[in-house]
C-alpha cells in the first residue's frame, strides 16, 4: 500500500536505479528451501520414524536470510513496515523532514549491523567457531548479516538520495 504523501509524480517515490530483482530472487530462494526442509522433514518423520532435527540449523539461517532480503526490497521499493500515525498527521513539508531522519537513522542502525557482523564473521573464522548443530564453520552462518545488512544499506542510501532530490527540487 502506497503512503498518502507518495504518488506517481513524486521523485522521491521513483523507483530505484537498481531492480529489486535480486533480493526478491534470494527472498523467494530462502523461503522454497525452508519449505521443501520443513516437507522433507515432515514426509520422513511421518514414513521412517526418523527426523531431520538437524535440518533447524539450515531453516533459522535461511529465515535470516530470508528476512534481511525481504528488508533491501522493502526499503528499496519504500515498502518497509512503519508506523505513519503520527506523521500522516503533520503537514507535507514537516512528514518530509521525518522520513529523512527515520531513513537516516535506519542506515546509521544498518551501518552498525555491517560493522559489528563483519567482526563477527570474522572473529569466527578467525576463532575457527563451529556451529553447535552440525560442526560446520560458524561463519558460513554469520558472513550472511553483514553482507544482506550492506545490500539494504546500499538501498537506504539510494532512498535518502531520492529524497533529497525531492527536497532540492521543491516537490515537497
Known sequence: ?????????????????????????????????????????????????????????????????LTLAGSAAGFATDRHIRITFLVDRLGPSMAHRVELVVTLLSALLFGLLVWYGSRMAWDDWRFEV????????QWWYTVALPVL????????????????????????
Do not use: K, W
Open 130 to 137: 563451529t556451529s553447535s548443530g552440525l560442526g560446520v564453520p
Open 149 to 172: 545488512s550492506a545490500a539494504i544499506l546500499a538501498r537506504l542510501l539510494g532512498r535518502l538520495v531520492r529524497l533529497l532530490r525531492a527536497a532540492g527540487g521543491g516537490r515537497r
Open 1 to 65: 500500500m502506497e503512503s498518502p504523501r507518495s504518488g506517481p509524480a513524486d521523485p522521491a517515490a521513483e523507483p530505484p536505479l537498481v531492480p529489486v530483482a535480486v533480493e526478491q530472487f534470494v527472498a523467494a530462494a530462502a523461503m522454497a528451501a525452508i519449505c521443501l526442509i520443513t516437507f522433507a522433514n515432515v514426509v520422513v518423520r511421518y514414513v521412517t520414524d526418523y527426523s531431520f532435527a538437524f535440518t533447524e540449523e539450515y531453516s533459522v539461517f535461511l529465515l535470516v536470510v
